[in-house]
């Protein structure tokens, strides 16, 4: 096991959390006025959660393939890949989003400049140091030039892997990009079919599009809650069990959440009186989970953000019919979230869907928190600080990397940001 | 004395030269007047342009990619970028993009000291660059007008996928075509694109053949500081042009010309007397320091003999020409064989290929800050590419026109030690050969 790895005999959950180089800020978890109260079911999950966070060597991966002999594990990349497919084919989806910063990176760095992102350099260290030799391919969705161009290293690194890059469609038209994005869709499951020895043709992939139909309901009842009650929800802990969507069967997923609902709910945790602020701009390189501590630490409850933005899109009465590839490619081009990396076709107001969600959500605010180096989120950002000072909502913005450890500037800015909503936000 | 032994003093430029500067300047008067003339303006990219598309309805293709180099050249483009900083744009982003909003803000002054007129379409062809999107996206904001959006696959295997050719068609007839129509209040006249494509094709085989020309020893031209002013006609508003087939067949015969002298390179101090170094380059140019960047070169006789960066707006050395037989057909395949929309793994054979048959002697790339289209990866590619070729290559960083990313001594201190270690290489490697024959003699 390698030295920066974590003990899966401890209950998954790392054996140093926090490593030393996040500060202090990120060693106590939950935050102050979010105390667990002690429940254990709610802290079980949460550990459960957490290890898994932590699990760089994806030894639950591992362990779900001894199980399923005939089973393939393949990852993927943010923001977007139809799971469903993956599941169909007999297929463990695994979410790669980096290294956050426990890992020391040596390896990836080789690969790229200064001026380039910190999750490429993270996903290749966990290449490189063979943390993801457990999978069997890995997928590259559309999401920018930097990701794309991971798709081409990771073809020259592990040539012997499957190495696909999804093209997701960003025309206007729903009938044209539908049909493309159904041979897209169709071309991977293929390849996947061929990792586990399935044929396609016998494969449920109506039966997972309602797994994951499923999944996204419990997922919308979990953020329903956290927008009403964030202080029974906190966006940490809720970060924690979507992430957990990343590495664990959907099945397995849904259950998950419907514990920690329940958990959470019959924690009985008392209500506070922090600023609502939504978080934007984490939908790719995550945001350490320190950083999501310290937002909170520092009197603001985040009650909604973009992060694992896949396990929102496409409806929750999602069939697949009778042509359930097609149902998917259909349901991708007729959802009109916006994201920084999909194009606003015309007729739209760039923003106007980002205020509407922040609205809805109940926010106070928007902490604005881009990666450096991150191209879609530093370029939307104006756009949506402007659609933000339209609608009357007030917002601050930083940048962050996924191995920030100095918290201290984001406490001091996102406390002043809180005290200014609840000093100033009724004039 | 002609005109072209002038220019090997450093003083006059070459006929060709001269009349791509009266086309631009041609163009750019077209573009001041637009608004009087009624002639429709169309924004659009370099990278998987329809330039024949645009020509048959009669509208002006503005390229911001060129006005943001423009700015750089002309020193403007500081000034833009702290503009658009001002406005909250961010110092991590694409500084193509920071130029263009901030000469916007400033007015939109074009090369010729003109207000450049504001698009009556955005046409979004998406190829190769993710900032792309973003940019017209920005753009749509501030001038209100609608954006044709024109998705094209990347090859990620490396080749042309079933579907693709037909998904990009699909797209130009029922997005682009239907908004070019709206906008100008004309049809789509098949006959008249055809005959521009069969235009495009006469003046991309005069290309091909001046970028080949680089094989000779000497090499005619310097295939990137030079080249960037060879590709400038076919790449931006006048591919499809009688003026583009009579600017390439001048530049041919010129070129020609040189090979049969025996003449190296024009540079901006004259012709390049020795062919000390042959060498591949990889990424666009540095645009704020262009002549200073390529003097580095050229006062080492370094002479570029093959470019990537002249390839974002067409292979067409693989063979590939607009065919006016297949119109949309042809024009889909361009917009997806473009550099910037080809693999790693892709660009990484192209390198290696040019190495070995342009008979470089090394290869270097010029990783700029602002395009992670092109940069990211580079390292990898460089590691790939010395395996493959057996030659070492080097690394320098700069940026397309911020030029707080413009090292002059860095850059110039890793280039010249660039040269001397393959100088040293050269001395080994012919010590080596003449070492040969005597230990043929050498008893054993």
């Keep these: 096991m390698s030295p920066d790895s974590h003990d899966p005999a401890n209950g998954g959950a790392p054996l140093n959390p926090c490593g030393g180089c996040s500060g202090p800020e990120a060693l106590a978890a939950p935050a102050r006025g979010m105390q667990s109260s002690g429940h254990a079911p709610l802290d079980d999950i949460l550990s459960r959660c957490e290890g898994l966070y932590f699990d760089y060597d994806h030894e639950a991966v591992a362990e779900w393939k001894r199980k399923h002999p005939t089973g393939a594990a393949v990852g993927y990349l943010p923001v977007y890949v139809p799971r469903e497919v993956f599941h169909a084919a007999g297929v463990l989806p695994v979410g790669v989003l980096g290294a956050g910063e426990q890992l020391e990176i040596v390896r990836g760095d080789a690969c790229f400049q200064s001026y380039i992102c910190h999750l490429p350099r993270s996903v290749v260290e966990l290449g490189a140091s063979g943390r993801l030799d457990v999978l069997d391919g890995m997928v590259f969705p559309s999401t920018c030039d930097v990701i794309r161009n991971l798709s081409g290293i990771w073809q020259i690194m592990f040539p012997e892997k499957l190495t696909r890059y999804l093209d997701v469609p960003q025309t206007t038209d729903p009938r044209v990009g539908q049909q493309f994005f159904r041979q897209v869709i169709s071309d991977l499951f293929r390849d996947l079919c061929k990792l586990t020895g399935r044929k396609p043709e016998e494969c449920d992939i109506s039966g997972s599009i309602r797994l994951y139909a499923e999944n996204r309901r419990v997922i919308e009842e979990l953020n329903a809650l956290r927008k009403t009650s964030p202080w029974t929800v906190p966006g940490s802990e809720a970060y924690l069990v979507l992430r957990a969507a990343m590495v664990l069967p959907v099945e397995d997923h849904t259950q998950l959440v419907r514990d920690y609902l329940q958990a959470a709910q019959d924690a009985g945790r008392k209500p506070q009186d922090h600023a609502r602020v939504s978080l934007c701009g984490v939908f790719c390189e995550q945001p350490p989970l320190g950083m999501l501590r310290t937002i909170e630490r520092s009197g603001c409850a985040i009650v909604d953000d973009d992060s694992m933005q896949l396990l929102r899109w496409l409806p929750t009465d999602l069939e697949g019919g009778e042509d359930p590839i097609d149902a998917l490619a259909q349901a991708w081009c007729l959802d009109i979230s916006e994201s920084a990396s999909r194009f606003v076709p015309d007729g739209t107001c760039k923003g106007a869907g980002f205020v509407k969600t922040v609205q809805e959500s109940g926010a106070d605010g928007v902490v604005f928190a881009a990666p450096s180096f991150c191209d879609p989120a530093l370029l939307d950002r104006p756009m949506l600080v402007d659609a933000c000072e339209a609608a009357g909502i007030n917002s601050t913005s930083f940048q962050y990397a996924e191995n920030s450890g100095q918290m201290q500037p984001i406490r001091e800015q996102t406390g002043t940001f809180a005290d200014s909503i609840k000093l100033w936000s009724d004039e | ?205 005069d290309l091909v053949a001046v970028l080949e020309s680089a094989k000779n020893k000497p090499s005619p031209i310097d295939s990137y500081f030079g080249g960037v002013y060879y590709i400038g006609p076919l790449f931006t508003a006048f591919r499809g042009t009688q003026d583009a087939v009579e600017y390439y067949a001048q530049l041919r ?13 024009i540079t901006p101090v004259g012709t390049m007397q020795e062919e000390r170094f042959r060498l591949v380059v990889e990424g666009p140019p540095n645009w704020t320091h262009f002549h200073q960047f390529w003097s580095m070169f050229h006062e080492q006789g370094a002479v570029v003999v093959a470019s990537t960066y002249t390839k974002v707006g067409g292979l067409y050395e693989r063979g590939f020409r607009h065919d006016p037989s297949r119109p949309l057909q042809t024009l889909a395949e361009y917009c997806l064989g473009c550099y910037t929309n080809l693999s790693l793994p892709a660009r990484v054979d192209m390198i290696s290929d040019y190495v070995r048959d342009y008979e470089a002697d090394g290869f270097l790339i010029n990783s700029v800050k602002s395009c992670n289209s092109f940069s990211a990866g580079q390292l990898v590619m460089l590691r790939e590419v010395e395996e493959r070729c057996g030659q070492p290559g080097a690394f320098i960083e700069t940026d397309l026109v911020d030029p707080r990313y413009f090292s002059a001594s860095n850059v110039k201190n890793r280039i010249e030690s660039y040269f001397q270690m393959l100088e040293q290489r050269r001395s080994v490697q012919t010590g080596t050969k003449q070492a040969t024959p005597s230990e043929k003699v050498a008893p054993s």
């Design chain 2, 1 to 205: 004395m002609t005109a072209e032994d002038k220019q090997e003093t450093g003083s006059v430029r070459e006929p060709s030269m001269l009349r791509q500067k009266e086309m631009t300047q041609g163009h750019y008067e077209r573009l001041a007047q637009a608004k009087e003339s009624g002639q429709k303006v169309v924004y659009t990219f370099v990278p998987g342009n329809l330039t024949e598309l645009l020509l048959a309805f009669d509208v002006l293709p503005v390229l911001p990619e060129i006005n943001a180099l423009q700015s750089g050249m002309r020193k403007r483009s500081a000034k833009y970028i702290a503009e658009a900083e001002r406005q909250g744009h961010s110092e991590d982003v694409c500084t193509y993009v920071k130029c263009d909003i901030g000469m916007l803000l400033e007015g939109n002054v074009g090369p010729t000291g003109e207000p450049l007129p504001e698009p009556d379409l955005l046409l979004l062809s998406y190829t190769g660059c993710f900032t792309f999107l973003k940019w017209f996206e920005l753009l749509r904001e501030r001038y209100n007008c609608p954006v044709a959006m024109l998705h094209v696959p990347y090859q990620s295997q490396g080749e042309i996928e079933p579907g693709m050719v037909e998904y990009v068609v699909e797209q130009i007839q029922t997005e682009v075509i239907p908004k070019l129509e709206e906008i100008t209040g004309r049809k789509y006249d098949e006959d008249r694109v055809r005959e521009l494509l069969g235009l495009s094709a006469q003046a991309e085989d």
């Design chain 2, 253 to 265: 015969r010129e070129t020609e010309e040189r090979i049969a002298r025996g003449l190296g390179p």
